[in-house]
């Protein structure tokens, strides 16, 4: 059974930094696509960052230029590192494959406040 399980959230000042890790117990995860997605307070979650098999990246207009996806696929792990953040960008965030196809794992909390 596949699991992901997402870590490094917290809460921090708008401006700071915070790096995701996302652990995937995938047996092939080097050959999919994968990104972090967030779900905002009374939102919909939406995708904004993907890295493919290859390392090529795609970011939501939000996000791009202030956040940096990776991978490491030996470790079957991806990671998501967040500077200059903003208020709106506290939300819970999910790592999955893209197009999301596994059960979503119980996310981390992410909350930009004075």
Not at 58 to 72: E, H, L, M, Q
Not at 99 to 111: D, I, L, R
């Amino acid at each position: 059974q596949v699991q992901l399980v997402e870590s490094g959230g917290g809460l921090v000042q708008p401006g700071g930094s915070l790096r995701l890790s996302c652990a995937a117990s995938i047996s092939m995860f080097s050959i999919y696509t994968m990104g972090w997605y967030r779900q905002g307070p009374g939102k919909q979650r939406e995708l904004v960052a993907s890295i493919t098999s290859g390392g090529s990246t795609n970011y939501a207009g939000s996000v791009k230029g202030r956040f940096t996806i990776s991978r490491d696929n030996a470790k079957k792990t991806m990671y998501l590192q967040m500077n200059s953040l903003k208020p709106e960008d506290t939300a819970v965030y999910y790592c999955n494959t893209d197009p999301a196809f596994y059960t979503w794992g119980q996310g981390t909390q992410v909350t930009v406040s004075t």
